[in-house]
């Protein structure tokens, strides 16, 4: 299991977090749980997965990441 945490811009409520929620955990093989109050999100993924398929998912609904950790 591969483990990635991600720093989010531009989520201001609980509908925002959970919005970024949803599309990250469309992602085939990815469990993410986001943090409103530190605008991030942790990653646990099944296999291998880009970053900018990550940042992509993100920005689809909205959202800025702003940086990608391992």
């Known amino acids: 299991m591969l483990e990635k945490s991600l720093k989010i811009k531009g989520m201001s409520c609980s509908h925002c977090a ?4 949803k ?3 469309s992602l085939d093989g990815v469990e993410a749980k ?3 109050a530190s605008n991030s999100a942790k990653l646990t ?3 291998e997965l880009s ?4 940042k992509k ?3 689809n609904v909205g959202y800025e990441v702003t940086e990608i950790s391992e």
């Open 23 to 25: 599309a990250l955990n």
């Open 18 to 21: 959970t919005r970024v929620e």
């Open 34 to 36: 986001v943090d409103l």
């Open 57 to 59: 998912a993100v920005e």
């Open 45 to 47: 993924l099944a296999k």
């Open 51 to 54: 970053n900018e398929e990550i």
